[in-house]
């Protein structure tokens, strides 16, 4: 059966995960069945999920903090019913077995329970019957993905004073960076602010300053890094097993971090890519209508 996770955070950031197998552990290390990398609250293998036909066994880490919770009752190991909400510290996990609705670009649309069935059941269609250059999946990129950050630059000396241009690009970098989770190009552009308020503090000899700001834009950076690697993680995974509505969502929330690479051939692969997923979507969807 099909079965997922989707984790919510706190600033309202939510990613889909698919419960591979029997069962899955889930945690913030790379090399559990779910990885969520960016939670670092969490153990390496916090709980282990097995997908059953009335909900989802939730065994909890005998060791684990935060606790796990379900309308504010600890778990430790139980059937949590599907679309049941766990809480462990800032985050949220909810069991489903429920296909949620697939973005689409420039609009909501949501597929249908036969359009989900038929989009399982004819899932490499496109892969199998046409090559690269009819319109199938493209070969791997070829290229390693680009660095999401540019080096951090001096601060400007031909405009207005060194504190003046610092404190502007931080209060630029803090309203970017609130809007992260709604669109990853604001997160992106918000590391760059923070390191031109950096330097810019530094350059105005208001060292203390400078340090906060660093220490900001470092924890920024090393959040948006994380979601970069666990967006390519999903993306792999799910390419391997053929889960291209979940490698969908994978490439569209890359391509919404890089689109500021977009002469990148690896970005220029992964524009490819989506519009491919994109037509094998529309295709179940046509299919079932």
């Not at 036969?114 to 989009?119: M, S």
């Not at 470092?218 to 690697?229: F, G, I, V």
């Not at 969502?249 to 491919?276: C, F």
Request: negative net charge.
């Amino acid at each position: 059966m099909d079965s997922w996770v989707v984790v919510s955070r706190a600033d309202g950031s939510t990613v889909r995960h698919r419960i591979e197998g029997e069962n899955a552990t889930v945690g913030k290390s790379p090399t559990a069945g779910i990885p969520l990398v960016n939670c670092e609250e969490l153990m390496d293998e916090h709980l282990m999920v097995t997908p059953r036909p009335d909900g989802c066994w939730v065994a909890v880490h005998q060791n684990a903090f935060p606790k796990v919770t379900l309308k504010g009752r600890e778990v430790t190991g139980e059937t949590v019913p599907w679309g049941g909400e766990l809480a462990i510290g800032s985050i949220t996990l909810v069991v489903t077995d429920k296909l949620t609705a697939i973005r689409k670009t420039g609009d909501q649309k949501k597929v249908g329970p036969v359009g989900i069935l038929a989009f399982l059941m004819i899932p490499i269609v496109g892969w199998l019957i046409l090559g690269d250059d009819q319109g199938g999946l493209p070969d791997g990129p070829g290229t390693p993905p680009p660095d999401l950050f540019d080096p951090a630059g001096e601060c400007a000396t031909d405009g207005p004073p060194p504190a003046e241009i610092a404190r502007e690009a931080a209060e630029g970098g803090s309203r970017r960076a609130e809007r992260y989770p709604f669109r990853a190009q604001d997160g992106v552009r918000a590391v760059a602010l923070y390191g031109t308020a950096e330097v810019c503090y530094a350059a105005a000899g208001r060292n203390a300053d400078s340090a906060r700001i660093g220490r900001v834009r470092s924890a920024l950076t090393r959040r948006l890094e994380e979601d970069y690697r666990s967006h390519r993680l999903r993306l792999e995974r799910a390419m391997e097993l053929q889960h291209f509505d979940d490698a969908l969502i994978a490439v569209k929330d890359l391509n919404d971090m890089l689109s500021h690479r977009s002469d990148d051939d690896y970005v220029k692969w992964l524009d490819l890519l989506q519009q491919r997923l994109q037509l094998m979507v529309d295709m179940s969807l046509s299919a079932s209508s």
